[in-house]
């Protein structure tokens, strides 16, 4: 069985730093390519960066180019978000997911799984 688990949301202070994980299981990890998604309330879920299998890292979200990056641990099956220089307009869930064919992409049917998501709250 396959799974996600995203972890280390919660409430930040702007400008403050959160790093969020993505942990699989029951997926040939190192093959996978993970994306980093987020939803806020009545608004549609975004593609933000992915991380390839090959370890390459794409943004899909100028917002987040140069606050966001996606550092990966294969050892661990592990994907991080690291945000830094939070904003408000950051407040959100954020969705990890894994595409089987390696190389992730922007829109979410390209992924095969999910994870539950974590809330992220970026207020003072």
């Known amino acids: 069985q396959v799974q996600l688990v995203e972890s280390g949301g919660g409430l930040v202070q702007p400008g403050g730093s959160l790093t969020l994980s993505c942990t699989a299981s029951g997926l040939p990890f190192d093959d996978y390519a993970i994306g980093w998604f987020r939803q806020a309330p009545g608004q549609e879920r975004e593609g933000l960066l992915c991380?390839?299998?090959?370890?390459?890292?794409?943004y899909y979200d100028d917002s987040v180019k140069g606050r966001f990056t996606i550092p990966r641990d294969n050892v661990k099956n592990t994907v991080y978000l690291q945000m830094n220089s939070l904003k408000p307009e950051d407040t959100a869930v954020y969705y990890c997911?894994?595409?089987?064919?390696?190389?992730?992409?922007?829109?979410?049917?390209?992924?095969?799984?999910w994870g539950q998501g974590t809330q992220v709250t970026v207020s003072s």
């Open positions: 997911a894994a595409d089987a064919h390696g190389y992730g992409s922007r829109w979410h049917d390209q992924y095969d799984y």
């Open positions: 991380i390839s299998s090959s370890e390459g890292s794409t």
